[in-house]
């Protein structure tokens, strides 16, 4: 397949996003005119000198930037118009349903309220809803580098909010945090009805890949890609079809890998796991969902077949009832057989 008819492929298929912190979709035009606009200062002259700084050589690299974008992020306009924006760009890659994660800690902490943050978040969803025909859950995440009694507040701050929270997630800097550490809160979150998914081996081991199913019962997985170090954890990922919300962007960018052609996906393929294309945070990452896509597909040298399964798997690894999922894997078969 030619790369060009590859890429017309993927710009022409419906797909999903499941793994996209929307903190990470802050362009650097946006952060200087929030800065700007809340009087917040940064240590950057110009937008130009943001995107020059997003060099980095690992995830912490990266969080320590990305904590402090985030303090741009003050009043719910903010979070309405950051939302927004990405939900936009969204529409562009023909993404039909979007699954979002929010870090609340990293807002509760600077004193913004959890009303404040999640009012923007899902007023912005709603319009994407009605006006772009997009489909969302929101999915709060935990900072897995603070405690577990932290993340046992922030579940207890949501409380009021749980008609507009679908899941939890675990995310932030992961060596040394395994998710056993979570284990209580996310049996908390199973019995309140939410989804449970949760970042794992990225850099972390298999083994936090195997505690995040075993200890957290997660739904999901995100990242994962160490998990093919482990034969049995391979075994049983494709045994019962665990998705994988894989990001090759922000492996590259975060040196998970050293070249786009290391990137997992399609050994993941191979081995019958459900693997998933994401843009994690694009706007930190050089890219959102359809330049993940091509930048894999032409490094990996995707089949056609593989990429409509990629697509088709971020419908059926969303949390979209049965019938949903049904009506979009359909809608995706048509668009993969026009011509
Ligand atoms: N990994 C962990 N935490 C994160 C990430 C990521 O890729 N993006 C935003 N928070
Ligand atoms: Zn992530």
Redesign the pocket.
Same mark, same amino acid.
């Given at each position: 397949m030619s790369p060009a008819a590859r890429h017309a492929l993927i710009e022409r298929l419906p797909k999903a996003e499941l793994h996209l $912190?929307i903190e990470?979709s802050l362009e650097p035009e946006m952060l200087f005119a929030l800065a700007e606009r809340n009087g917040v200062e940064i240590p950057f002259a110009s937008a130009e000198a943001v995107r020059a700084a997003y060099d980095f050589s690992n &995830?912490q690299d990266f &969080?320590d930037i990305?904590y402090q974008g985030m303090s741009v992020l003050v009043t719910e306009q903010d979070f309405f118009d950051l939302t927004i924006a990405y939900l936009r760009r969204a529409h562009a890659d023909n993404v039909r349903h979007v699954e979002i994660f929010f870090?609340p800690q990293g807002h509760t902490e600077r004193g913004i309220a959890f009303a404040t943050v999640i009012g923007g978040i899902a007023r912005a969803l709603d319009e994407g809803q009605a006006r772009l025909g997009i489909t969302h859950r929101l999915i709060m995440c935990f900072l897995r580098h603070l405690s577990e009694e932290a993340a046992q507040a922030t579940l207890d701050e949501a409380g009021p909010f749980l008609d507009r929270i679908d899941g939890v997630g675990l =995310? /932030?800097s %992961?060596v040394g945090h395994p998710p056993s550490k979570f284990a209580r809160v996310f049996a908390s979150a199973h019995d309140l009805g939410l989804h449970v998914t949760a $970042?794992a081996g %990225?850099e972390g081991p298999p083994e936090y890949v195997h505690q995040a199913l075993h200890q957290l019962h997660v739904e999901r997985i995100d $990242?994962g890609n160490r998990a093919l170090e482990d034969a049995d954890l391979v075994h049983h990922l494709a045994r019962d079809q665990i998705t994988l919300t894989v990001?090759p962007l /922000?492996n590259l960018r975060?040196c998970v890998i050293d070249r786009m052609e290391h990137s997992p996906v399609k050994a993941m393929l191979e081995h019958g796991l459900k693997a998933t294309i994401n843009s =994690? =945070?694009p706007a930190y990452f050089g890219g959102y969902v359809n330049d993940n896509f091509r930048a894999v597909a032409d490094a990996l040298d995707l089949s056609a077949a593989q990429i409509v399964e990629l697509c088709e798997n971020s419908f059926s690894g969303s949390f979209l009832p049965e019938a949903e999922k049904a009506r979009l894997i359909a809608e995706l078969h048509v668009a993969a057989g026009a011509a």
């Open positions: $912190h990470g &995830l &969080l990305y870090d =995310d /932030s %992961e $970042h %990225e $990242h990001c /922000s975060l =994690d =945070d």
